[in-house]
């Protein structure tokens, strides 16, 4: 369905080129866009709207599009929606120069860039990026419970998702004093060289961008004394 959209704007762009031409058309007056919106940070739920103001439009139609992974999907043609979804929907306002796309209740898969395209032998277009807010989410890659030796380096490591990108900090579950000397370490990578028992505990990544209540994922390190075998406090 997409790509029969996309044959039908490219036919119509030709034809509109054509007219143009045969009327005397003056190159001078050749559609452009002179304003979009700026780039939008929008929470899921929102609403979202987007302006796009063209001159010299003539007989070409402005189409709205969603890029997301390199992929174009069309949306709107002119006044019609391209698509079954009616979260989206498109206005024209000022005299027929401004073009509103709106979209309800954004969901996450509404991310990506929104191109404003004037169908013409050469398209003229804009791209407006919508980023949607996501809560951090501590996953893949974050360690996990370890038993070390002492005098071990151990490295512990948080990796989170979620946008604006998280902040990330490690602290101790009981507040007390990380080995760095301070009750939290602000990185996403923590080192504890030449580590001791007294290093041994329950530690907590914390992630967190203002979004939802931010993400939290505690380690268990513990530590084997040469003389004592396993310290599991």
């Not at 979260?87 to 404003?116: H, K, M, P």
């Amino acid at each position: 369905m997409n790509r029969i959209v996309e044959v039908m704007l490219a036919l119509l762009a030709a034809v509109s080129t054509t007219l143009a031409q045969n009327s005397g058309f003056d190159v001078e007056r050749k559609p452009a866009i002179t304003w979009v919106s700026k780039d939008l940070v929008v929470d899921i739920g929102d609403a979202a709207r987007i302006e796009c103001r063209v001159k010299n439009q003539g007989i070409n139609t402005v189409v709205w599009m969603h890029i997301q992974r390199g992929v174009p999907r069309s949306l709107t043609s002119g006044l019609s929606r391209l698509i079954a979804d009616d979260r989206f929907n498109v206005e024209i306002e000022e005299d027929g120069e401004l073009f509103v796309l709106t979209i309800a209740d954004v969901r996450e898969e509404d991310s990506g860039q929104y191109q404003c395209q004037i169908t013409y032998s050469t398209p003229v277009f804009r791209n407006v990026l919508i980023s949607i807010k996501k809560p951090p989410v501590i996953g893949e890659g974050t360690t996990r419970d370890l038993l070390v030796s002492e005098n071990q380096t151990v490295t512990l490591t948080c990796n989170s998702t979620g946008f604006p990108k998280p902040t990330i900090f490690w602290q101790k579950e009981d507040q007390s004093l990380l080995p760095t000397g301070s009750s939290q370490h602000w990185n996403s990578t923590l080192i504890i060289k030449r580590v001791t028992k007294e290093d041994r505990g329950i530690y907590v990544c914390v992630a967190d961008n203002q979004v939802g209540n931010g993400d939290r994922r505690p380690v268990k390190v513990q530590v084997e004394c040469k003389s004592n075998g396993v310290d599991r406090f």
